[in-house]
């Protein structure tokens, strides 16, 4: 038999399993359900050359066509929606970056965190921190793992630093991050095995209390990426592969080796950073993020086998599935063409060239206008993606700090000066948590006619697309209120106003299509960027096999992230009756059947259009560049509403601005 026909039979065996079993309202007593995350998978990247272990897995299974994340399309806020089978509106967590200057701690490398900045939460320790501030509810709702440890289930999380942290947040089961390992005991479990730990996972005890082994080294230690001459901007041209490979195997080989059979979980997550990390510094469809989804796909064999190995695989659900999906980060293709690379460094125009723009510094651009914000970010220099016109010309030209008074460094060249909070706000104060595809605006007084004002200038920015504000402010022209994606927080946790950066579906760079503009995170420089609300954003993956999925099976039924604990929940008989998703019994085997449900597409538009603005294009940072044709902003909401019984399900499929 071929290497490949052993995996089919194998995946076979894994799906087609215990076929007349019926659905159930408590677990069987020998089940075993293991959740896999591909950081940042496109559906559209599942192919048989770079993935055929997922191609077969999903033949083999369960396709479920038409998943969603949660927007705005970040890791964290994902994250808690698998956690917790809700939106954020319930779950009252709003990462990756968001502000919370009242919390106060270190970070997961004892270094103290300055709380008073808008702070990137993939930390457990800065998680910790948060959740401290707020009472000590991060989440203000139940998670699957808590409900599966209640059941006396034995539980495991491993993988990407903050996000499989935030499944166990509690601590109540087995954790394996790339910062740390938890409780004390399976640390020194791991030791003994001849084991390595992460460098900083001493951090987390008391001094003394765990002591990393002479021969411990770095098991999880990520290479910077390959850059252009200027030293800042990732080549995407690039053949190195995934430096992430060394760090996600350390993960897995400590799950196969020695978890799995040691331990045996009832409930795992596996969190594998790739392909996104390396999506973001190469871009999607690049060579080095075809080597991350190949190196991922290995790492799902060697995961599928091991299980096989355990004489586990006739009793365990499998799930893959994405956080959100990925695009490539650039502006208007006709505004700012693509360029060639040639001798590692920008050349001349070309059509199946890369990107040189697609960068946005949010507070910048507002305080150009005449507000008063600031991000918590320092100096940035990006010459490769702030924007470079036809001619050549930079949008920001770059500049020198010779005595290190705007950036803190003698000699460093910026574009952009450090915009910190200080200690004392002014009144009408912004404060821009930047997360990529899509920004967060902290207002600190709540200021209405401040919130307004600031809503009229991002709808006049054409960086910017939809603009949702907290429904305490009212109708505002041209916005949709909070409430209306699940994002306005009883515990009044909310950003003021959560906007996405606008997108273009269709346009092509790396043989993808997809882009979008970004927000400038964490003064980087990146080529792949998510959080928008666009389909390439929202769209996601969730693949099933295993004695509870239908086999051979394609779902064309709306799904989400939201579903995904309800539906392992239903599979271990456990209760999460603060859920927001549903349980996928279309997908289950002796479940529902679609005749049970109907779906049907719906588009929410805001009250009124904002009329009589100035539409600035993305190619003047003062603003001179204007599009004078235009002079009104609203946009679309695309969703699909979920009938099953009395009960309905809202899926965020996609939200597009038009300026006219």
């Not at 320790?125 to 699957?144: C, K, P, S």
């Not at 990426?225 to 996600?248: C, F, H, M, Q, W």
């Not at 920015?461 to 994002?487: C, K, N, W």
């Not at 394609?554 to 456990?574: H, S």
């Amino acid at each position: 038999m071929t290497t490949r026909a052993a995996l089919l039979a194998t995946l076979h065996l894994i799906a087609g399993c215990a076929t007349t079993a019926p659905a159930r309202s408590t677990a069987p007593v020998d089940r075993d359900v293991v959740i896999v995350v591909w950081d940042g998978l496109r559906p559209d990247s599942i192919n048989t050359t770079d993935t055929p272990t997922l191609v077969a897995l999903r033949d083999t299974g369960t396709d479920f066509t038409d998943h969603h994340a949660t927007f705005p399309t970040f890791t964290m806020m994902n994250s808690a929606s698998f956690a917790t089978g809700t939106y954020p509106d319930a779950s009252g967590y709003y990462g990756n970056v968001l502000w919370v200057p009242g919390a106060s701690g270190s970070d997961s490398s004892a270094k103290a965190v300055d709380f008073r900045q808008p702070v990137f939460s993939e930390d457990y320790a800065i998680l910790d921190d948060i959740g401290r501030a707020q009472g000590g509810r991060l989440l203000l709702v139940g998670t699957l793992f808590a409900a599966a440890q209640a059941a006396g289930m034995p539980t495991l999380t491993m993988g990407k630093n903050g996000a499989a942290y935030l499944q166990d947040v509690a601590r109540g089961g087995m954790l394996l991050d790339e910062k740390t390992v938890f409780p004390l005991a399976l640390a020194k479990e791991l030791q003994s095995a001849g084991i390595a730990l992460p460098v900083t996972a001493p951090v987390a005890y008391p001094p003394g209390e765990l002591v990393l082994a002479s021969s411990n080294g770095s098991p999880v230690d990520f290479k910077p990426p390959a850059r252009l001459k200027d030293g800042v901007t990732p080549n995407p041209e690039d053949t190195s592969g995934t430096r992430y490979e060394e760090g996600i195997a350390y993960i897995v080989r400590t799950y196969v080796d020695y978890l799995l059979p040691s331990k045996r979980p009832r409930l795992t997550l596996l969190w594998l950073r790739d392909p996104d990390s390396t999506q973001h510094s190469y871009g999607v469809g690049t060579p080095n993020a075809r080597a991350a989804l190949r190196s991922n796909d290995a790492f799902l064999a060697r995961i599928l086998a091991a299980i096989a190995q355990a004489g586990r695989k006739e009793a365990t659900d499998v799930l893959v599935v994405s956080d959100h999906g990925h695009s490539n980060v650039s502006g208007e293709l006709a505004l700012f063409p693509l360029r060639a690379v040639r001798d590692d460094q920008l050349d001349g125009v070309d059509a199946d060239g890369h990107s040189v723009s697609g960068q946005v510094r949010l507070a910048d651009l507002l305080r150009r206008a005449g507000f008063t914000a600031f991000d918590g970010l320092g100096c940035t220099f990006l010459p490769g993606s702030m924007g470079i016109l036809r001619d050549g010309k930079p949008v920001y030209a770059a500049a020198t700090d010779d005595d290190g008074t705007r950036c803190g460094k003698a000699g460093q060249k910026y574009q952009l000066a450090a915009l910190k909070v200080p200690k004392e706000l002014p009144p009408g104060a912004l404060v821009v948590a930047v997360n990529g595809g899509s920004d967060y605006v902290y207002v600190p007084d709540h200021d209405p006619a401040v919130v307004r004002k600031a809503v009229l200038y991002l709808q006049g920015r054409s960086e910017v697309g939809p603009v949702f504000v907290d429904d305490r402010y009212g109708a505002i022209p041209g916005t949709m209120p909070l409430s209306a994606i699940h994002a306005l927080s009883a515990a009044g946790r909310n950003p003021d106003i959560i906007l996405s950066y606008d997108f273009d579906e269709d346009a092509v760079i790396e043989g993808t299509p997809g882009t979008e503009m970004s927000g400038v995170l964490l003064a980087t420089s990146y080529r792949g960027m998510h959080g928008s609300f666009g389909r390439r954003d929202v769209r996601n993956t969730l693949v099933a096999a295993g004695p509870d999925f239908r086999a051979g099976f394609k779902d064309p039924l709306p799904t989400a992230n939201v579903d995904v604990a309800p539906t392992v929940a239903q599979i271990l008989g456990l209760k999460l009756p603060q859920a927001q998703g549903r349980a996928l019994m279309e997908a289950i085997r002796s479940g529902a059947t679609l005749a049970d449900y109907h779906a049907e597409p719906r588009v929410l538009r805001p009250a009124s259009s904002a009329t009589g603005l100035t539409i600035h294009l993305p190619t003047d940072p003062d603003g001179n560049d204007v599009d004078s044709g235009k002079s009104s902003y609203t946009f679309e909401l695309h969703t699909k509403t979920l009938r099953d019984g009395d009960r309905e399900y809202t899926y965020y499929d996609y939200a597009k601005v038009s300026r006219r």
